[in-house]
């Protein structure tokens, strides 16, 4: 069996403070070959950046959630120029997108002007870096995708993060070139929209996530989310879709490789 890429994770959390090395070490043995880390704040993209240092299968993203969009005006923006100056820094730094990026309108840490503004902003540097995007969208469908659609963001392409819209947005932005990311939710017997979704979208389409340590599948739900915990959710989509496990990993991390250039 072809080994699952994991393509968003947060594996710099307190949460694998006491095991992270151990947990990171074993992960081939349990079917996982990659992992993206993504980055939310300066913090996160610095540990993102020595984790992938440290491992030879961890990747990282660049960028700051809306949440942390503050720090993009104190020093942060500058510092993601530096990181995807030129092709060689990217392969040296090991990014294979800009992200999580996107809007966040749940907890409203920002005021929705700041999020879109500094949204944009890392939008452009992301097509003038030649990198896809990795998109946070939570409670913000319409203006995510509006904003998505004014800076042209189908020209370089990514991932919709955790994807929770319905059918009908999942269609715009499959329609657009992206890929939705599948995490735990899709196991979750309330889940049916999501369920729906994926059983709709083009399988070559999709990819994996676990958003860890947040968000673990059934039966693990509630539990520390790990990249291990991805076999169920492609025995999920599998059985959703009527094809075999193997085939949806297969093709799933295809499908990962291809969006971040591994």
């Not at 995807?84 to 840490?109: C, F, Q, R, T």
């Not at 503004?117 to 469908?141: C, T, W, Y």
Request: net charge negative; hydrophobic share 40%.
């Amino acid at each position: 069996m072809e080994l699952i890429i994991d393509t968003h994770t947060h594996y710099d959390d307190e949460q694998f403070d006491n095991d992270r090395k151990e947990l990171l070490c074993g992960l081939k043995e349990r079917g996982i070959g990659t992992v993206i880390h993504a980055s939310a704040s300066m913090s996160n993209l610095k540990a993102g950046l020595a984790l992938a240092k440290e491992y030879d299968f961890i990747y990282t993203m660049a960028g700051f959630h809306p949440d942390e969009i503050a720090e993009l005006s104190n020093g942060g923006y500058e510092y993601l120029e530096s990181l995807v100056a030129s092709p060689e820094i990217i392969k040296e730094n090991k990014i294979g997108a800009i992200g999580e990026i996107g809007l966040d309108y749940h907890w409203m840490v920002r005021p929705k002007e700041e999020q879109i503004e500094g949204f944009r902003k890392q939008m452009r540097l992301a097509k003038k870096a030649g990198l896809p995007v990795n998109i946070h969208s939570r409670d913000a469908a319409e203006d995510t995708w509006n904003v998505m659609k004014e800076e042209h963001l189908e020209e370089i392409g990514g991932i919709i993060h955790c994807f929770s819209g319905s059918v009908e947005m999942s269609k715009n932005y499959l329609a657009a070139g992206f890929y939705l990311g599948i995490g735990g939710v899709v196991t979750f017997k309330n889940s049916k929209k999501l369920k729906q979704v994926v059983i709709e979208a083009p399988v070559e389409r999709l990819v994996l996530e676990t958003d860890c340590p947040y968000l673990a599948p059934e039966p693990n739900r509630g539990k520390r989310n790990d990249s291990g915990n991805l076999i169920y959710v492609a025995a999920e989509i599998a059985s959703l879709k009527d094809m075999p496990i193997d085939d949806v990993i297969r093709i799933t991390s295809e499908n990962a490789r291809r969006v971040y250039g591994l």
